[in-house]
């Protein structure tokens, strides 16, 4: 698609990084517009969101780095590119959570109501930072002739070229938003503090396993299930288990 969003002289803005950044900041935005619906400090969300970026990018970094070991042990410095692409949601999320956990917990806050709040945030920014994927041509699907594959042209993209594709980071993309608006319909449905981060979850889960099938680019497996996918699963049980407990205990 197109890599290179602006290039001026030795100046290059990466459209995966603006997409990035792009998805942070509309995270942060809605997570303040909930805060203060239910009059909690908006700056606290401001503060923790410097902690949460920072944790989510090298989380995700790390756990991308981790599944391709073997091309970043030859090529050490391209660990640190991370504005061309290669970040792994889940990673950045876990990270991002247990970060966010601690924080919460040295300001005496209630994690629960915070993982509630930015629970459609995640989704949101699932839902942006996907478009920057399929512009940078990483996550790329397997190949197909259906109506709605794609086919990269871009030499800078990290997509084989000239075949048609399934366009994964999309079918991701979309997931966020479908997630976001099942969210919001079950924030009304749900009383209990922390079931609307467990309904995150087991949707995360569900649909990050079922897309994983179409993935072309290079999965590290266990099995028939590729890590990915376990991790998925993983999600799903434990966000039907924060939603079971949670709302027992209310």
């Known amino acids: 698609m197109h890599p290179i969003l602006i290039r001026i002289g030795n100046i290059t803005i990466y459209t995966y990084g603006f997409f990035i950044a792009s998805a942070f900041l509309l995270g942060l935005v809605w ?133 048609p594709l399934h366009p994964t980071q999309l079918y991701h993309s979309f997931a966020g938003l479908v997630t976001f608006f099942i969210l919001i319909f079950s924030k009304s449905k749900v009383k209990a503090k922390g079931s609307l981060f467990g309904i995150f979850l087991i949707c995360y889960g569900l649909f990050r396993s079922v897309i994983e099938y179409f993935r072309g680019d290079y999965r590290p497996s266990l099995g028939a299930l590729s890590y990915t996918q376990i991790m998925g699963i993983g999600a799903m049980l434990i966000g039907f288990v924060i939603v079971i407990l949670r709302e027992r205990k209310r």
Not at 45 to 54: A, K, M, P, Q, R
Not at 55 to 66: D, P
Request: some cysteine.
């Open 31 to 163: 997570a303040i517009h909930e805060a203060k619906k239910q009059d909690l400090d908006p700056q606290l969300v401001s503060d923790l969101g410097f902690y949460l970026i920072i944790s989510g990018i090298i989380g995700a970094r790390l756990l991308y780095v981790l599944y391709n070991l073997g091309y970043f042990l030859n090529h050490p410095l391209e660990v640190f590119m991370v504005w061309k692409g290669g970040l792994v949601f889940a990673g950045g999320a876990i990270l991002g959570v247990i970060t966010g956990i601690f924080y919460l917990k040295s300001k005496k806050q209630d994690p629960w109501i915070w993982l509630d709040i930015f629970a459609p945030a995640l989704a949101l920014g699932q839902f942006m930072g996907r478009i920057g994927c399929f512009m940078a041509g990483c996550c790329y699907g397997k190949v197909c002739n259906l109506p709605w594959a794609v086919t990269f042209k871009n030499p800078n993209s990290l997509a084989p070229l000239n075949v």
